[in-house]
């Protein structure tokens, strides 16, 4: 959410009642008044269903730091706030014109020319051409590498692996490019042979699947075009059934490689008890287009369009909101969780519907985070362990947070280890991917 590092630090320094001489809220909006240097407080305004950020500041950063210190405010310190029935004009007149203008953005997008259907039909004819023969000429690289044995790639030099991935690209097949990509890392360390046999092996089978793509099923056929790299608009998307429920994001992150920022959040629901990931991306000084807000053990009301898949995870949300506490009520943000064996078992099965699923989030319960020889484990009543992902900041953590006692833990599943995302415990969720805690 916040521009830079330097933001966050400068927002914090700003998150006491004391500096605010005003902050209110209603079910719509928090607004406040932010003394500064001047005569004049500045005034500082969250819209929640974005949540969307405006401040009377000189500052070009956005948000501001005002606007972070008011938003972590809210999360942290809620009981500061007047409730009101309607907020002030400076807010009102901001809100309206925020509505109109999404107003006119639907209006636009109704009003839009009708795609030209044969010029469309032509494009996608001509691309699977050019993914058919990316397919090819990998298809033959994958079989020489078989024949003459992964050590020879640890002789490859980056140039190699460089065209290999560009050729992908010039193909049009952009997830075949990737796979590539990580091939490349794992072959250069030159002490990972097992896990690239594993990555050439999947990326083989991608290859022959796709060669046979019609004899399958529709879910694996969305998967595997996914694979190669097809995108789905957001139109498609938007026209598949939605799940719509209260979902608590379980965690936010940003990465950021060159100048492209990716945002990931995760998210159950709490009546469907579905997993979903959302996947964004903007260039480093477009991060106002990400969302905004859904930190960890937030409650956003939202429907959820699933991308095709035999294990649909990832998904875009449409009339989504934050909820206050006021507006969850009693919504319980505990869900249920499962064993470490029915783990095992249901990622057995969504291997079995899509071979290339990757890490997927389960809530396991019962389990003690233990650290031995230097080492980060699960364990179940029954002695049963599973390896945690060495990130040793976050796991620490969670062996703090845990105290040595059962605790319920969320995170992705890899196939051979855990990657811990949060944790429940005392009634409290904690986002081990940052610093937030939040009451349950």
């Given at each position: 959410m916040a521009p830079d590092s330097a933001s966050v630090k400068a927002a914090q320094k700003l998150t006491s009642t004391s500096k605010w001489p005003l902050l209110e809220y209603n079910d719509d909006a928090i607004w406040g008044h932010c003394q500064g240097s001047g005569s004049k407080p500045y005034q500082s305004r969250i819209d929640l269903s974005g949540p969307a950020f405006k401040c009377s500041c000189p500052s070009r950063k956005f948000p501001c730091k005002h606007g972070l210190a008011l938003f972590?405010?809210?999360?942290?310190?809620?009981?500061?706030?007047?409730?009101?029935?309607?907020?002030?004009?400076?807010?009102?007149?901001?809100?309206?014109?925020?509505?109109?203008?999404?107003?006119?953005?639907?209006?636009?997008?109704?009003?839009?020319?009708?795609?030209?259907?044969?010029?469309?039909?032509?494009?996608?004819?001509?691309?699977?051409?050019?993914?058919?023969?990316?397919?090819?000429?990998?298809?033959?690289?994958?079989?020489?590498?078989a024949r003459t044995g992964l050590a020879d790639l640890q002789n490859k030099n980056y140039q190699y692996w460089k065209n290999l991935e560009s050729r992908m690209v010039d193909a049009q097949a952009p997830g075949l490019a990737n796979h590539v990509r990580q091939m490349a890392?794992?072959?250069?360390?030159?002490?990972?042979?097992?896990?690239?046999?594993?990555?050439?092996?999947?990326?083989?089978?991608l290859l022959n699947a796709y060669d046979r793509m019609e004899q399958l099923a529709e879910d694996l056929q969305a998967d595997i075009r996914t694979q190669i790299g097809w995108q789905w608009s957001q139109d498609e998307l938007l026209a598949i059934h939605p799940v719509e429920d209260v979902w608590l994001a379980l965690s936010h992150?940003?990465?950021?490689?060159?100048?492209?920022?990716?945002?990931?959040?995760?998210?159950?629901?709490?009546?469907?008890?579905?997993?979903?990931?959302?996947?964004?991306?903007?260039?480093?000084?477009?991060?106002?287009?990400?969302?905004?807000g859904w930190r960890g053990g937030q409650l956003i009301r939202g429907k959820a369009h699933f991308y095709p898949s035999g294990s649909p995870l990832?998904?875009?949300?449409?009339?989504?909101?934050?909820?206050?506490?006021?507006?969850?009520?009693?919504?319980?943000?505990?869900?249920?969780?499962?064993?470490?064996?029915?783990?095992?078992?249901?990622?057995?099965?969504?291997?079995?519907?899509?071979?290339?699923?990757?890490?997927?989030?389960?809530?396991?319960?019962?389990?003690?985070?233990?650290?031995?020889?230097?080492?980060?484990?699960?364990?179940?009543?029954?002695?049963?362990?599973?390896?945690?992902?060495e990130r040793a900041g976050d796991l620490w953590k969670l062996l703090a947070v845990s105290g040595g006692h059962p605790v319920r833990v969320v995170g992705e599943w890899c196939g051979d280890r855990f990657n811990p995302l949060g944790v429940w415990a005392e009634r409290q969720y904690f986002d081990v991917t940052s610093r937030q805690a939040l009451a349950a």
């Open positions: 972590l405010l809210y999360a942290q310190q809620q009981n500061g706030f007047t409730r009101q029935q309607d907020a002030p004009d400076w807010v009102a007149e901001w809100l309206e014109s925020r509505a109109d203008r999404e107003q006119k953005k639907v209006e636009r997008a109704q009003n839009k020319k009708p795609v030209d259907a044969a010029a469309k039909e032509k494009r996608k004819e001509q691309r699977e051409l050019k993914v058919s023969a990316g397919v090819e000429e990998l298809t033959l690289w994958a079989e020489d590498v890392s794992l072959a250069i360390t030159g002490d990972r042979m097992s896990e690239l046999a594993a990555s050439l092996s999947r990326l083989y089978l992150s940003q990465t950021q490689e060159d100048r492209l920022v990716m945002q990931v959040i995760h998210l159950v629901g709490l009546e469907s008890g579905r997993m979903a990931k959302v996947v964004n991306f903007a260039h480093e000084t477009q991060r106002s287009s990400l969302v905004m990832r998904a875009i949300f449409a009339d989504a909101a934050t909820l206050s506490p006021e507006r969850a009520g009693d919504t319980h943000t505990t869900p249920a969780g499962m064993s470490l064996d029915a783990m095992f078992n249901q990622y057995e099965q969504l291997l079995a519907r899509n071979p290339w699923v990757g890490p997927y989030p389960f809530i396991v319960d019962a389990v003690v985070p233990w650290r031995q020889d230097d080492a980060f484990w699960l364990v179940d009543a029954g002695g049963k362990a599973v390896p945690l992902a």
